[in-house]
């Protein structure tokens, strides 16, 4: 009976966070951005497997307790979680009173509020944190203090919280020990048939891969940080281990071949509606379902990791940065209890407290950087949202306008469903046009355009330095 609650609860989750949205903030002239300077970068991988089995994250139900890390004996290794963190800096201030970005890969399901608000006050004022996490569904649950999310992370444990606000923490901070010059450099390609979209097979699925690159003044290579879109899913749920799944296999075969100070950060890009799906000539061959998706993970690393060295030798990098972030505010969807099925009408005041109240806050902020090396302008806008690849390309688009290349992070900072774009105009929604939308029909584009607008500013502001 206690699952058939949380069932419940789940889908009342699901199909009542929506709602109703007020009018985005007016977008403020920002400061003149700093200008040119030296970089300097440090990196950091620190590991998050934990110190006891909890509970684990990702397939529903929660309060599964994991049974330790997966070993892959084939290969003789394990899938260890990790916390990857590269610190940008040229000694001019980045945004107010701050002088680094950080860029934080982080081997979690989500990231919550709490944990990133713990996580930048250990780490000081004077770092833009930007967490993002890779979203293997087997990963540490435990760590969000709200009856809702332990249908899917287990039940709070307060130990692993803060176990993991200082294991991440200690990455930034060990990466800003490791400061050395540097020279960075952008480029992107395409990953074709790795994907596919999981909502509608007809909608698309962004396949762009987009590599930022590191080296030290002498061309050793100290990082690669990879923007690529797919659910990482291909752990077999049953098998009860850890595993940071296709981005950690990823991250586990380029870093075998490089200094140990380097480091590859996966960082998702519009995942909403994508799942990953390798080439079956890889695989086929394999008997057993939980061989061939074992098999799978270490596939599409290397299919990640092959295409990340394909290109990397093509890019420009120059050791001459300018550096600009803004952190806005902006307006979250209510609960819509309109849209809640009808059969689930009784549970529409719990919908509204338990989501509304006790887990939608109003407001968030959105994360946007700019890194412009005087060969390309750069805009990174991190969202806490699983992002729909509709939504992600049309603001890269849009964002291409202005700049030579756009980035568009998912699951940035925090969690707050998924955003996905608008697939009908009916009010009130229904059916799978509802489902899969989550917000109000309009309310995905409307933040878009506000991040939109914000980079254009922020592009608007390092003008002014020129």
């Known amino acids: 009976m206690h699952n058939v609650i949380k069932i419940l609860v789940l889908v009342v989750f699901l199909f009542g966070c929506s709602g109703g949205y007020k009018q985005q903030p007016v977008v403020k002239k920002i400061a003149v951005a700093q200008d040119y300077a030296q970089l300097y970068c440090g990196t950091s991988r620190v590991a998050l497997t ?22 892959d004996e084939k290969r003789e ?3 260890h979680l990790y916390s990857r963190a590269v610190l940008l800096h040229n000694n001019a201030q980045i945004a107010s009173n701050k002088k680094y970005i950080a860029y934080v890969s982080v081997d979690l399901l989500i990231l919550t509020d709490a944990l990133t608000k713990k996580v930048r006050e250990q780490v000081g004022p004077e770092i833009v944190v930007n967490l993002c996490a890779t979203h293997p569904h087997s990963a540490i649950g435990g760590y969000w ?4 999310p332990s249908i899917a992370m287990g039940s709070f444990d307060a130990e692993n919280l803060e176990y993991l606000a200082q294991k991440i923490s200690q990455s930034i901070l060990t990466a800003k020990k490791n400061m050395q010059p540097a020279k960075i450099g ?21 396949t762009r891969l987009t590599l930022i690159h590191v080296k030290d003044q002498n061309d050793k290579i100290m990082a690669d940080m990879v923007w690529f879109a797919g659910h990482p899913i291909l752990m077999p749920p049953e098998l009860w281990k850890y595993s940071s799944d296709f981005p950690g296999a990823f991250a586990r075969i380029l870093e075998k071949e490089q200094d140990p100070s380097y480091v590859a950060l996966f960082f998702q890009g519009g995942l909403g509606d994508v799942t990953t799906r390798p080439p079956a000539k890889y695989w086929k061959h394999i008997s057993g379902r939980v061989p061939q998706r074992m098999e799978k993970i270490e596939i599409m690393g290397k299919l990640i990791s092959d295409k990340v060295k394909e290109i990397r030798s093509t890019v420009q990098t ?6 600009q972030h803004h952190s806005p505010k902006f307006i979250l969807g209510n609960v819509n209890v309109n849209a809640i099925p009808d059969f689930l009408i009784p549970l529409e005041i719990v919908g509204r407290v338990w989501v509304d109240w006790g887990y939608m806050p109003e407001e968030s902020h959105l994360e946007i950087s700019t890194i412009d090396n005087t060969l390309h302008q750069t805009a990174i806008a991190n969202f806490p949202f699983e992002i729909s690849s509709t939504l992600t390309i049309d603001l890269r688009k849009k964002l291409e306008r202005h700049y030579d290349v756009g980035i568009v992070t998912s699951l940035s900072n925090s969690w707050y469903s998924y955003l996905m774009h608008s697939y009908s105009a009916m009010w009130p929604p229904s059916g799978p046009e509802y489902i899969e939308s989550f917000f109000d029909p309009g309310y995905g584009e409307c933040v878009m355009d506000y991040a939109y607008s914000v980079a254009v500013e922020m592009k608007n502001s390092s003008m002014e330095r020129k």
């Not at 203090?145 to 809702?148: I, V």
């Not at 952008?186 to 962004?206: G, S």
């Open 50 to 71: 934990p110190y006891k089995n909890t509970y684990m994250a990702g397939y529903a139900p929660g309060n599964r307790i994991a049974s330790g890390t997966y070993y």
């Open 77 to 79: 290794l394990y899938h």
């Open 145 to 148: 203090c709200c009856t809702l």
């Open 186 to 206: 952008i480029t992107h390609a395409q990953l074709q048939n790795t994907t596919k979209n999981r909502r509608r097979k007809n909608d698309p699925v962004d």
């Open 318 to 323: 120059s050791p001459v940065v300018r550096l």
